[in-house]
Nanobody, 120 residues
Framework: QVPLVESGGGSVQAGGSLRLSCAAS?????MGWFRQAPGKEREGVAA???????TYADSAKGRFTISQDKRKNTLYLQMNSLKPEDTAMYYC?????????????????WGQGTQVTVSS
């Protein structure tokens, strides 16, 4: 298995920024960030494969950036211009897909989550 530990969540005002981190025990084929708000379904936010190819949800394009430090086995999500609708529990996930995907069903391992709250 691939243990994942997220960090970096917190409370921020609308328009602010946060950077989430996900520490893994080893490298993965593909990794992604997902979020889930109370009463809503889990939503893919951004994903990246081992070659650096990325994909973003429409709601994240232009505001969020996913990146990875392969030497540290760490995944990042830089979130700028945050909106109240970004409020959710954010999860890091890893899978064995050869290309990044926002489909949560294709990921095998999940972190415990880190809470992001954006106030208006």
């Amino acid at each position: 298995q691939v243990p994942l530990v997220e960090s970096g969540g917190g409370s921020v005002q609308a328009g602010g920024s946060l950077r989430l981190s996900c520490a893994a025990s080893r490298s993965s084929f593909s990794m992604g960030w997902f979020r889930q708000a109370p009463g809503k379904e889990r939503e893919g936010v951004a994903a990246i494969d081992k070659d650096g190819r990325t994909t973003y949800a429409d709601s994240a394009k232009g505001r969020f950036t996913i990146s990875q430090d392969k030497r540290k086995n760490t995944l990042y999500l830089q979130m700028n211009s945050l909106k109240p609708e970004d409020t959710a529990m954010y999860y890091c996930a890893s899978g064995v897909l050869r290309r990044p995907t926002l489909n949560a069903d294709h990921y095998n391992y999940w972190g415990q989550g880190t809470q992001v709250t954006v106030s208006s």
